[in-house]
């Protein structure tokens, strides 16, 4: 298992606030108003646990000058593409594959698309916490594992609002390790269409 290092360089072991979501599904307008808004209230990087579907879905977040660290899900869209723009020069996005193993603010974050995948990880009490996606129902708790502590499991739902969800992310203050659900309206997306406006 490869784990990332690059951003603990960067907050060695300091106050951070990250920006969770999953299962956007293409939904440009309200993913790009998800980090928006994470930005705003202090996020410095965003954790995306798969199904972004199309890798130009992620063009929209460059402006916002975050680390958009993404995984692939089961609705895998183009690997190519999503490779090559985690590639380019100056890339902010970074492309782990299936799974990815990263350290933020001084915690051990493992990303994966399933919940029964995460549930596992979280049980071996190697990571700090686990995020996933897929379910698009939110679930956020404390699980034990095998060293006699726990392991927060975060899953955000759908930043899409994929059929009747809403569309929700999680803020997360790794240092007091609490993790906020916050909604973006779906009403965004209508709003864009009708208008032209972003």
Same mark, same amino acid.
């Given at each position: 298992?490869?784990?990332?290092?690059?951003?603990?360089?960067?907050?060695?072991?300091?106050?951070?606030?990250?920006?969770?979501?999953?299962?956007?599904?293409?939904?440009?307008?309200?993913?790009?108003?998800?980090?928006?808004?994470?930005?705003?209230?202090?996020?410095?990087?965003?954790?995306?646990?798969?199904?972004?579907?199309?890798?130009?879905?992620?063009?929209?977040?460059?402006?916002?000058?975050?680390?958009?660290?993404?995984?692939?899900?089961?609705?895998? =869209? !183009? /690997?190519? #593409?999503? *490779?090559?723009?985690?590639?380019?020069?100056?890339?902010?996005?970074? &492309? +782990?594959?299936?799974?990815?193993?990263?350290?933020?603010?001084?915690?051990?974050?493992?990303?994966?698309?399933?919940?029964?995948?995460?549930?596992?990880?979280?049980?071996?009490?190697?990571?700090?916490?686990?995020?996933?996606?897929?379910?698009?129902?939110?679930?956020?708790?404390?699980?034990?594992?095998?060293?006699?502590?726990?392991?927060?499991?975060?899953?955000?739902?759908?930043?899409?609002?994929?059929?009747?969800?809403?569309?929700?992310?999680?803020? =997360? !203050? /790794?240092? #007091?390790? *609490?993790?906020?659900?916050?909604?973006?309206?779906?009403?965004?997306? &209508? +709003?864009?269409?009708?208008?032209?406006?972003?």
């Amino acid at each position: 298992m490869r784990v990332e290092w690059a951003d603990s360089q960067l907050y060695p072991g300091i106050a951070m606030k990250v920006c969770i979501l999953s299962d956007s599904h293409d939904h440009i307008a309200l993913i790009d108003a998800a980090v928006a808004d994470a930005k705003a209230a202090g996020a410095e990087a965003v954790i995306h646990a798969g199904d972004v579907v199309a890798p130009s879905t992620l063009h929209c977040l460059e402006k916002h000058g975050l680390p958009v660290h993404v995984i692939h899900g089961n609705n895998t =869209g !183009d /690997l190519h #593409a999503l *490779t090559r723009l985690s590639h380019k020069p100056g890339s902010l996005i970074r &492309y +782990h594959g299936m799974d990815a193993g990263i350290e933020l603010g001084g915690k051990m974050i493992f990303v994966v698309h399933y919940p029964h995948y995460a549930n596992a990880m979280a049980a071996t009490g190697d990571w700090d916490i686990v995020c996933c996606g897929h379910s698009h129902k939110i679930e956020i708790g404390e699980h034990s594992n095998c060293r006699g502590d726990s392991t927060w499991v975060v899953n955000p739902g759908t930043i899409g609002g994929v059929g009747t969800s809403p569309a929700t992310w999680v803020l =997360g !203050d /790794l240092e #007091a390790m *609490t993790f906020e659900v916050r909604e973006v309206p779906k009403s965004l997306e &209508y +709003h864009q269409t009708v208008t032209g406006s972003s």
